[in-house]
């Protein structure tokens, strides 16, 4: 309801709550990617989409050799003005993520977990966004005083050469597969 207190601008803020630029901080990651390691080898393919009015990125993961498969749901935390992560796989892992924009990257880590082999470490994962409209995610893991432990993964994320017809296709979600699909 519009009253007579509210500016135009709070009122397409309550028709759109999502449509602020800090929500779309994450919309270079958005469409159909084929993925890549260092040395040019397909790794998988990766569908982002945008969802809940904007609200919510949701990442569909598939390995190019194996049945590995996982989602991601990605948001904007007005709150604490910070970006969130949350990674379920079809191996039942997790991982939980917070972070920020910074440059043409997006930075998010994971909360100290304890570890094997020292006591505790984080996740850190970078997607940057490079000139040539390809994005770069570098996975990394630092020990709790941020001395980095091992490189996880880097991936080179292209759009698939069909992603001029992306921009015509319309995402809906789907409610019984609680998945996102395209439609023609």
Request: hydrophobic share 30%; glycine share 6%; with cysteine.
């Amino acid at each position: 309801m519009l009253s007579a207190s509210n500016t135009p601008q709070q009122a397409t803020q309550n028709a759109c709550p999502c449509c602020a630029e800090e929500y779309k901080q994450f919309d270079f990651w958005v469409g159909e990617w084929m993925v890549y390691d260092t040395t040019g080898k397909f790794v998988g393919e990766n569908l982002i989409v945008k969802m809940e009015d904007n609200c919510v990125i949701q990442e569909n993961w598939k390995s190019g050799s194996s049945k590995y498969i996982g989602t991601s749901y990605n948001f904007y935390d007005k709150n604490d003005q910070s970006w969130n992560q949350i990674w379920i796989d079809n191996q039942g892992a997790n991982l939980k993520l917070k972070g920020k924009r910074e440059g043409n990257s997006m930075i998010m880590r994971s909360e100290l977990i304890p570890g094997q082999r020292v006591d505790f470490y984080y996740n850190q994962i970078t997607w940057t966004l490079n000139e040539d409209g390809s994005v770069t995610q570098l996975w990394e893991i630092y020990d709790k005083d941020g001395n980095l432990l091992q490189q996880a993964f880097k991936g080179i994320y292209r759009k698939k050469e069909s992603s001029s017809l992306t921009l015509s296709k319309v995402s809906i979600y789907n409610t019984t597969t609680r998945r996102a699909e395209l439609l023609y």
